[in-house]
């Protein structure tokens, strides 16, 4: 009978094994950060194009208003207006020229002080 060989001369099943099996979680590993890096490039991507939509949307023909006597100056519209529109100096201000119309400002208002109006447009619609 042969002896046995020494452990470095001659590697072992379960070494084989659990190399190829840590050679896999790397491929795998490797693979899921190049899907994040992508995941991640075009998610900058979409939110470049929204913030792009945003300032297209500028024509809205609807926009924000202040109610002075429901304001409390809390600042909530101000943390959500994509356009900068609003100041708070006392009450809320709408710039009239910045406000895209979205409407975030109404929807998170605690006060219900803000609202949308359609500001007259000069058109106007022929019936049949």
Same mark, same amino acid.
């Given at each position: 009978?042969?002896? &046995?060989?020494? !452990?470095? /001369?001659?590697?072992?099943?379960?070494?084989?094994?659990?190399?190829? #099996? *840590?050679?896999?979680?790397? /491929?795998?590993?490797?693979?899921?950060? &190049?899907?994040?890096?992508?995941?991640?490039?075009?998610?900058?991507?979409? %939110?470049?194009?929204?913030?792009?939509?945003?300032?297209?949307?500028?024509?809205?023909?609807?926009?924000?208003?202040?109610?002075? &006597?429901?304001?409390?100056?809390?600042?909530?519209?101000?943390? +959500?207006?994509?356009?900068? #529109?609003?100041?708070? *100096?006392?009450? #809320? %201000?709408?710039?009239?020229?910045?406000?895209?119309?979205?409407?975030?400002? +109404?929807?998170?208002? !605690? /006060?219900?002080?803000?609202?949308?109006?359609?500001?007259?447009?000069?058109?106007?619609?022929?019936?049949?």
């Amino acid at each position: 009978m042969a002896p &046995e060989p020494f !452990p470095y /001369q001659r590697p072992r099943r379960e070494s084989i094994s659990r190399t190829k #099996a *840590e050679i896999g979680r790397r /491929q795998d590993l490797r693979a899921l950060t &190049e899907q994040a890096q992508a995941i991640e490039s075009r998610l900058r991507f979409l %939110e470049q194009r929204i913030r792009d939509i945003g300032r297209k949307s500028a024509h809205s023909n609807f926009k924000a208003f202040v109610d002075s &006597e429901s304001c409390v100056g809390c600042g909530s519209c101000l943390d +959500v207006c994509p356009a900068d #529109a609003i100041t708070v *100096e006392g009450i #809320a %201000e709408v710039d009239s020229k910045r406000c895209i119309g979205c409407g975030h400002c +109404v929807d998170y208002c !605690p /006060q219900g002080a803000l609202s949308l109006h359609l500001l007259n447009t000069g058109y106007f619609e022929h019936g049949l």
